[in-house]
């Protein structure tokens, strides 16, 4: 009963990642802003007794890493430098040198972050955010120390993929009404043409078009769940037995029609550049594996799927495609990098804090205009400092020269798993979501771990498993 309450526990989750279900605890004044506000999630509470389900059937692991540390704590200087003598360095209890594990970089961030609240102008939203950080940090320990090997990546991607589905009907039905469906239980936004705030643009006929949100607070974060969403169909696609195949292509086509109705712009475009990507491996790199009839069934029913969207909203499609530098969305992006760029400071004005520090540096700003940079690595620089930055930057560089290390690149699943991970971080140089809200940290830290799986788990390469 036990190990089935962990396992639907853990399911559930990834597949109500979006759901924006929250109580607010703390929000200064009485001018609610998002970035200023402290909130408890419903996936806080699942993420928490996960944990504890871990803590519970690991202790005798854990307990091993505390003697480890106490072995190693009379030579400490030898655990974080021996480099060059790996087998030395290990000694009787099996630990290299951490100056080559990007787990050292992610402990030595989480660090910097402590130290720079020291900065902050509000000791409460340092103190949550940085709670955030470890919270999310130990979620990434989590899935690539023990959620993947216990519970399957392949069905882990299928919860990913079924919460596609799910998201996906929500979006489309909120495009095609142009207002919000009044799911509240779920923590959907109030979406209506005449309000303020909601995330529209014009079509070619000049009619106020609303973007699709999902269950989530921003249509762009709904596009990046549906991007791995996709991302996890290809993977069961090609490397698992699906028995309803046609129930299944009609998923996907719901989640791609989900996806463009969001009509989130980078994240359109990353789905289309990996595309291209994966067609170029495959025409080049991997000419004698390719997954042959499996292959030109999603190229074309995709390319079907692309055209019909495009052909029903063709004056919708074509106002999106056209970006100008006078456009609201564009100039703020560059307002809230010069800011962030103006000044330097070694350990930043503390987590959580961009919004206050631009309120004491530009108090006659509108309120709506007191945001985050829209840059994840920009805002790291103003909160966590120029430190800060770099610890995280090497933290990404070593997870990234791991996987090339451990993998050599010498299967198509494995780039393919590389150009999700490099999706994502080129889409943190164009939103703060992956930072700043619930449902962004997920994604992120769950595509950092994507790095750390272990080909010996049973999810790669085998077509043993079969899902309806």
Do not use: C
């Amino acid at each position: 009963m036990i190990v089935k309450s962990e396992q639907f526990l853990f399911y559930f989750l990834f597949f109500a990642i979006p759901l924006q279900t929250r109580k607010i605890l703390y929000s200064p004044g009485w001018y609610f802003n998002e970035w200023q506000s402290v909130s408890v999630y419903a996936t806080d509470i699942i993420l928490l007794a996960l944990f504890a389900f871990w803590l519970a059937n690991s202790y005798q692991k854990l307990s091993y890493y505390v003697l480890r540390i106490m072995y190693y704590g009379k030579n400490f200087k030898s655990l974080i430098l021996n480099t060059k003598d790996p087998v030395k360095a290990r000694g009787p209890l099996g630990f290299s040198g951490l100056i080559q594990k990007p787990d050292f970089y992610l402990v030595l961030f989480m660090a910097a972050a402590a130290v720079s609240v020291i900065n902050s102008s509000s000791v409460v939203l340092s103190a949550y955010n940085l709670l955030k950080l470890v919270e999310f940090a130990t979620f990434y320990f989590y899935v690539k120390n023990y959620a993947f090997y216990k519970f399957g990546f392949s069905k882990s991607l299928l919860f990913i993929f079924l919460g596609g589905v799910f998201q996906a009907g929500i979006a489309v039905l909120q495009f095609l009404k142009q207002s919000d469906l009044g799911l509240r239980i779920l923590g959907e936004s109030v979406l209506a043409p005449d309000l303020t705030g909601v995330a529209s643009f014009f079509n070619l006929n000049g009619e106020k078009i609303i973007r699709a949100y999902g269950a989530t607070p921003h249509p762009n974060i709904v596009a990046a769940y549906l991007f791995l969403s996709i991302f996890s169909f290809y993977f069961l696609w090609f490397y698992k037995k699906i028995k309803r195949v046609n129930s299944a292509f009609l998923s996907y086509a719901l989640i791609l029609f989900g996806f463009f109705s969001t009509f989130s712009r980078v994240a359109i475009f990353l789905l289309f550049a990996n595309f291209a990507v994966r067609g170029g491996l495959l025409s080049f790199l991997f000419k004698k594996n390719l997954f042959g009839r499996r292959l030109v069934r999603i190229y074309w029913f995709t390319g079907v799927v692309i055209l019909i969207f495009v052909l029903a909203f063709w004056p919708e499609v074509l106002s999106r495609v056209k970006i100008s530098s006078g456009e609201e969305a564009v100039r703020l992006r560059v307002f809230y990098n010069k800011e962030s760029l103006s000044s330097f400071n070694l350990f930043g004005a503390g987590p959580g804090n961009f919004v206050n520090w631009l309120m004491a540096k530009d108090p006659n700003l509108p309120r709506n205009l007191f945001q985050p940079v829209h840059n994840i690595y920009l805002l790291i620089f103003s909160e966590n400092g120029f430190l800060g930055l770099a610890i995280f930057a090497a933290f990404l560089a070593f997870l990234v020269k791991d996987f090339i290390k451990r993998t050599k690149l010498e299967r198509f699943h494995h780039y393919s798993i590389l150009l999700v991970f490099s999706s994502f971080l080129f889409l943190g140089f164009f939103d703060h979501f992956l930072w700043t809200l619930q449902q962004g940290r997920f994604l992120l830290w769950l595509v950092l771990a994507l790095l750390t799986i272990n080909e010996n788990d049973d999810m790669i390469g085998k077509q043993s498993s079969s899902y309806a």
